[in-house]
């Protein structure tokens, strides 16, 4: 049963298949759903599966029941900082399965469009080592600080090591006529003691700086999504989304036309959803909870 507050009830519609139950103060609901007509999982990682380098709780076991009822996943994440090799070995070291091939990042998708619509461009480069190990798998020039080379695009990623110095460059590469683009919009990234400054801090500081609009890739983006469908051959009607983060998972699955659930291990709680509006088709508390539902039985 999934326990939630008496807002809920502003909740305009559920999809058809669901058999909704209300308890007598309206303040519950349980929903059924025909599971078995959702073979793919779309999970975000940071704040759903772990915080910084914990599990939360309950991850693993709920993706062993995923691979034993036969479902595709990918793990999807606008985290730009890790390469796919080192998501394979955290989520290994987590006892959860992946291969490299169910790895979708904001690096994977930015380096893709880069390549595809920018192929011989220069790039300055802000961000960690999956960023730029995805740019240079796919062919794009990174011109080093010390270079003099003419820049054709600044590409920013999350930096914990974001300075004034490559602010500055930036900045001036940007006046100069580079393009910017930004991996992912999100503000904050949850660690295990709390919030950090994430991609879209750093991007808001280069836009504010330069007067100038970036162009933004991850989620919500759909170039995300359509990104995704493409190297996964996933369908939308038989998907689900899961996330923590509304302003990006769950506007995403909900532009999409997506079944999406909002787990409150991560950056946004219940009470986000009466403050922003957006509403997810599920909320539970963790994946714990989640896996209890998809196993219970309907209620004729």
Request: charged content about 30%; hydrophobic content about 40%.
């Amino acid at each position: 049963m999934i326990k939630l507050k008496s807002w809920i009830s502003e909740w305009s519609s559920l999809l058809s298949y669901h058999r909704v139950l209300y308890s007598k103060k309206g303040l519950r609901r349980r929903v059924y759903l025909t599971w078995e007509r959702y073979k793919n999982f779309i999970v975000d990682m940071d704040g759903v599966i772990y915080r910084g380098k914990y599990p939360l709780p309950g991850s693993d076991d709920f993706f062993r029941f995923l691979r034993e009822r036969k479902s595709k996943i990918a793990f999807f994440s606008n985290n730009s900082t890790i390469t796919k090799d080192q998501y394979v070995d955290k989520l290994k070291k987590m006892d959860i399965y992946a291969i490299k091939d169910e790895i979708i990042s904001s690096s994977s998708i930015t380096a893709y469009y880069v390549a595809k619509e920018n192929p011989q461009s220069k790039v300055f480069c802000i961000g960690e080592e999956g960023i730029r190990d995805e740019l240079k798998k796919n062919g794009i020039k990174i011109i080093d600080d010390s270079s003099r080379e003419k820049v054709d695009l600044v590409i920013v990623g999350m930096d914990r090591h974001f300075n004034f110095d490559k602010l500055t460059k930036a900045m001036r590469h940007v006046l100069n006529g580079a393009q910017l683009y930004g991996t992912n919009p999100d503000l904050t990234y949850p660690m295990e003691d709390g919030l950090i400054p994430g991609c879209g801090a750093i991007l808001a500081s280069i836009e504010a700086c330069t007067d100038t609009k970036a162009k933004v890739f991850g989620k919500p983006r759909p170039e995300s999504i359509q990104f995704l469908l493409e190297m996964t051959g996933f369908s939308i009607g038989d998907t689900i989304l899961i996330g923590d983060r509304l302003d990006t998972d769950i506007v995403l699955a909900k532009q999409q036309n997506i079944f999406s659930i909002l787990v409150l291990t991560g950056v946004h709680q219940g009470e986000d959803v009466k403050k922003t509006g957006i509403i997810p088709d599920m909320i539970v508390e963790n994946l714990i909870e989640l896996k209890k539902i998809m196993l219970m039985k309907g209620e004729a």
